[in-house]
């Protein structure tokens, strides 16, 4: 089957809502806009963002905001079962039986104001989780085209393969950054790539701009000359980074910033010189490749 054409950079929506920048409807709107201006199409959610209210809050924007359906692209996340006022939980917990996977997908459909999401995601990996039972759950919403293609977060290869033994999987957004790449060096990015698996990269700024440790000080000064020497700002130095890595990851970008939403797809055209890119992997290792 043909995978759905996301864009190069995907806006993330875990910060719109409540449990972030609380943006108002008109806010929102705008921003869809903006996104769209830029060559930002795809939207990532999740059911649980802003305890299971920002789906519902991006859909009342996106309403308001009178763009055709057609011209994005809509991705949502589900199992989580998170403790809020908003579900009977008592303790943090996964559920991918069939009917709440379907339940699931219904309600972000009737939140985000849509027939159909572009990518369904399965949030995180659970113990318990049935194979047999998920690819019923997403056979029927394909069937029924409630979902046009089928994916997962932040599961491991022996667990994508789980999965993959009983249906189609085309997606895994996993951590990944110039502080957090671990899935380069512990097959994940190869697996992906030998099963034709698109990865997404979610806060792939990693830590360099929210913490001060050794690791984040000697990548800012590493930095501070790349942005001399390629007339561009950090963060699009960080994310050309991601960029060329030849599993093709798109990024998953969590910004609200107009201004940084307006030049972000530049990275999508930097290409660093192999010794930068090298250098930005091993001044964040703390030591040279072997």
């Given amino acids: 089957m043909m995978k759905t054409a996301f864009s190069q950079i995907i806006a993330g929506t875990m910060n719109w809502g409540i449990w972030d920048k609380n943006l108002s409807t008109s806010e929102m709107a705008n921003l869809i806009h903006v996104c769209l201006e ?42 989580i079962q998170h403790i809020t006022p908003n579900r009977d939980n008592k303790v943090k917990h996964y559920d991918y039986s069939k009917e709440y996977i379907i339940w699931s997908v219904e309600n972000s459909l009737k939140n985000l104001k849509t027939d159909y999401l572009d990518a369904l995601l399965l949030h995180r990996p659970s113990p318990l989780m049935q194979p047999d039972e998920i690819a019923e759950a997403v056979e029927k919403l394909k069937a029924e085209g409630k979902i ?23 997606y895994n957004q996993v951590q990944f950054s110039a502080t957090h790449f671990e899935a380069m060096i512990d097959g994940s990015l190869d697996y992906m790539q030998l099963h034709n698996i698109t990865p997404m990269a979610w806060n792939p700024l990693g830590t360099v701009f929210r913490e001060d440790t050794i690791q984040t000080r000697i990548l800012k000064k590493l930095l501070a000359t790349l942005v001399d020497k390629y007339h561009v700002g950090s963060d699009m130095i960080l994310l050309a980074w991601i960029l060329q890595h030849p599993a093709k990851i798109i990024p998953v970008a969590g910004t609200v910033n107009v201004a940084r939403l307006q030049y972000i797809n530049n990275a999508t055209q930097l290409v660093l010189d192999k010794e930068d890119w090298f250098a930005i992997w091993t001044e964040s290792m703390g030591n040279p490749v072997p």
């Avoid at 046009?148 to 085309?170: H, M, Y």
Wanted: with cysteine; proline share 2%; glycine share 6%.
């Fill in 38 to 79: 830029n060559k930002i199409t795809t939207f990532d959610h999740a059911d649980i963002y802003g305890d299971y209210t920002t789906e519902a809050a991006f859909g009342k924007a996106f309403a308001e905001s009178k763009i055709d359906r057609k011209k994005i692209q809509l991705i949502s996340k589900c199992g």
């Fill in 148 to 170: 046009l293609d089928f994916g997962l977060s932040n599961f491991t290869p022996s667990q994508t393969d789980l999965i993959r033994s009983k249906t189609e999987v085309n």
